[in-house]
């Protein structure tokens, strides 16, 4: 009797262990889960100033005050020294630099060279938290306003409220520009998925756009397609011109920054990915899960980045990138070296009495083609890890076009 009551109260110790065990468990779980910053508290629905996002999300909060540590800015002269020739004519000859983190967006646009701030107001439109409301404010009196004009009106630099709706958080386009475009396209906003709006969102600015010659409002050129050819075709069936090179003579038009075309149609954006899966991947900050608002790199959180979908170690993704990346340098610079030839022998059959004016404008119409290509790749980031084929592909053609240009120039003096 006594031995089946000693049975018993052990059965029940064990129960009992195993229930505060389990308890353990679940409270420790409840409370260490990973899970989604999410909204603690209410946002003004036009609230410019990312520190008062901040207080609510303070973990995005903190990945985002990382960017100021991004404070490089050399020249793009220093590696690509051709590119004061072949922008002759332009601010982009007197100064061009390459980008610091986006915390540094208006503190480096106000002190750019004050050949770059001919395009006025329009300076600031992806530099901003606070364009669109400057936008909704002026109307498209906005476009034709001055730099200076506007300058003491912003201070706040790229944030939150650029992409995200600040009630419910989600995704969304605040830059007309891109609304505009995807309509002309015959795209519903109201219908795009989040991943999308996962690219669409750095669309806003990661562009290559104009203004419009009387108006001066951002128009991105995308009505026949996003290729360098699709869009080069847009620009000469309007027969547009943005500047005149003064040695060549040439109407040139100006490519900007074409990182999302450039990703469309690549490897990776076919597969299936987004800017935001190489560029924001998901960290874990404590028991948060948060989706890294340091703009930069994949490389230098390669395991985040890259190693969640690839298997073939951290070295080798390193290596095949800068492989690629050295390739697309190299051909770069042999397309700049191609396109400056063009110039200086336009330049000697335009001092050439006897020229054949005809065959000279073909050549012009050559070297046209042969810069943008090569100023479609030259400005855009990644070195061609974008989308490497079609990066190739377009220097080719300008390295192709700038010596078929050359050979056209001879040809007029003969």
Known sequence: ?????????????????????????????????????????????????????????????????????????????????????????????????????????????????????????????????????????????????????????????????????????????????????????????????????????????????????????????????????????????????EWVHPVAGTNLVKARHAEYETFMGSTHQSAGLACADCHMPYTTVGNKKVSSHVWQSPLNNIEQSCTVCHRNGTEWLKTRVRTIQAQVKQSQDLAGAAVMEAINELKISRETPTVDKTKLQEAMALHREAQWYLDYVMVTNGYGFHNPTATLNNLNTAIDKAHKAVAKAREARR
């Open 1 to 241: 009797m006594e031995a089946s009551k000693t049975k018993q109260l052990v059965l029940l110790g064990v129960i009992a262990v195993v229930v505060v065990v389990l308890l353990c468990v679940f409270f420790f779980n409840r409370h260490n889960q990973v899970a989604l910053e999410g909204p603690q508290g209410e946002i003004a629905a036009d609230e410019v100033h990312s520190a008062a996002w901040g207080q609510f999300y303070p973990a995005h909060w903190d990945s985002y005050q990382t960017n100021m540590a991004n404070t490089l800015n050399p020249s793009h002269f220093e590696t690509k020294p051709y590119m004061k020739i072949i922008y002759a004519g332009t601010g982009f000859a007197a100064e061009f630099n390459e980008p610091r983190g986006h915390l540094y967006t208006i503190e480096d646009v106000k002190s750019i060279d004050s050949a770059r701030q001919k395009s006025g107001a329009s300076c600031f439109t992806c530099k901003s938290t606070q364009a669109p409301e400057m936008i909704k404010e002026y109307g498209d009196q906005y476009y034709l306003m001055s730099f200076d004009q506007m300058k003491d009106k912003i201070t706040e630099p790229i944030g939150c409220l650029d992409c995200h709706d600040p009630k419910t958080m989600e995704l969304r386009l605040t830059r007309p520009a891109l609304i505009e475009a995807l309509e002309r396209q015959g795209q519903s906003v109201d219908k795009l998925t989040n991943q999308e709006m996962r690219s669409l969102v750095c669309a806003q600015c990661h562009v290559t756009y104009y203004f419009q010659p009387d108006s001066k409002k951002i128009t991105f050129p995308w009505d026949k397609g996003l290729t360098a050819e699709e869009i080069l075709n847009y620009f000469d069936e309007q027969n547009f011109t």
